[in-house]
């Protein structure tokens, strides 16, 4: 097989247009006076965590690049470099990407990886690239490898996971409302990111969709933005912190205290490291479900609106004191 295949570093050509829509978007909040809000330290701590985010890549980058190659050499497939076998690759790497941003909301593992992306109580294109430096620690990893035992190289699936991030830096932002109604039908757009980035009880664990948000419809993760219902941005519990170092590790730190509480069973301790965000063995906190059951029980005219579909419009009160 051929393994000398290259392909640019899309990102790194990319962080003059990030320079650039960074003071485009803050001279437009500035002279307009709507469109968001900068916070400075906010945008700063996003900015160090961008920066450790790609000295992380450097790093720790050989470990996944390692394994890409290993199953590179024990495929017997290999699709070539074309424009058709690049495009297929980029939908079906975004398809990747929304299973694994699933997963990242569901598992705790993968969460404390995640979640200093949701840290920020503002909105604005720094958010963008407030960006994991533990992403190596969740193994995630993992869920590339059927794109190269399928052929796909692994420096065009590196290169398409590139521009899958490209894409998404421009929709962390409130200056943009709702783009035409064709392009909001298939393609993640602000309105559908704002809504994932919400603390909202309706909005929690929604549109994981990186370029493509038909996969949200088809999974049946898709909120839309609602208008009465202004999204609320941040974590459930803020962590109130411009630490970077905070923001980078406070997961991690949470879970090892949790799993090494004294008296719990190994299944518990497992819980603690893999299990949803929210669980406790003793029932002292609250997962998405439980959250979203427990907003229904005091507002039950929400039930069977967008980001409640779920819960029975009857048995809202139910579901709570289930929770």
């Known amino acids: 097989m051929n393994d000398h295949v290259t392909f ?31 916070e400075t330290r906010d945008a700063v701590t996003s900015l160090i965590m961008g920066a450790g985010n790609i000295a992380s890549g450097f790093l720790l980058g050989f470990i996944a690049y390692a394994f890409f ?7 017997p497939l290999n699709l070539g470099t074309s424009i058709p076998v690049i495009l297929l690759c980029f939908v079906l790497d975004d398809f990747r990407y929304y299973w694994v941003h699933r997963f990242g909301h569901h598992i705790r593992w993968v969460w404390a990886s995640h979640v200093n992306h949701h840290s920020s109580q503002h909105y604005n294109l720094t958010t963008a690239l407030r960006q994991t430096w533990t992403y190596t620690f969740t193994f995630m990893m993992v869920v590339r490898a059927p794109l190269i035992l399928l052929g796909f ?26 783009m035409p ?11 559908h990111h704002r809504a ?19 996969w949200d419809k088809m999974f049946g993760t ?7 219902d202004r999204v609320d941005y941040g974590l459930v519990h803020n962590i109130g912190t411009f630490n970077p170092l905070r923001v980078a590790f406070h997961e991690w730190v949470g879970i090892w205290r949790d799993a090494t509480q004294p008296g719990l069973t190994i299944r518990q301790r497992l819980a603690y490291c893999f299990a949803p ?14 959250i979203k059951a427990k907003h229904l029980d005091r507002h039950p005219e929400d039930c069977g609106t967008p980001g409640f579909e779920q819960f029975d419009a009857k048995q809202p009160n139910t579901q709570a004191k289930q929770a």
């Open 8 to 38: 640019p570093d899309a990102v790194q050509w990319a962080v003059p247009f990030f320079i650039a829509a960074i003071l485009a978007e803050f001279l437009w909040i500035a002279v307009k006076g709507r469109g968001g809000r900068y």
């Open 69 to 75: 190659m290993w199953l590179w050499q024990i495929t």
């Open 153 to 178: 190289h692994p420096a065009m699936v590196l290169f398409v996971g590139g521009l899958n991030l490209i894409y998404q830096f421009w929709i962390h932002t409130e200056a943009i409302g709702k």
């Open 277 to 290: 965000p929210g669980y406790s063995h003793d029932g002292s906190r609250d997962n998405s479900e439980q």
């Open 181 to 191: 109604r064709w392009f909001e039908a298939v393609m993640n757009t602000p309105s």
């Open 196 to 214: 994932h980035h919400g603390r909202n009880a309706r909005y929690l664990d929604c549109n994981y969709a990186g370029v493509f948000i038909i």
């Open 222 to 228: 898709f909120v839309p933005e609602q208008e009465d």
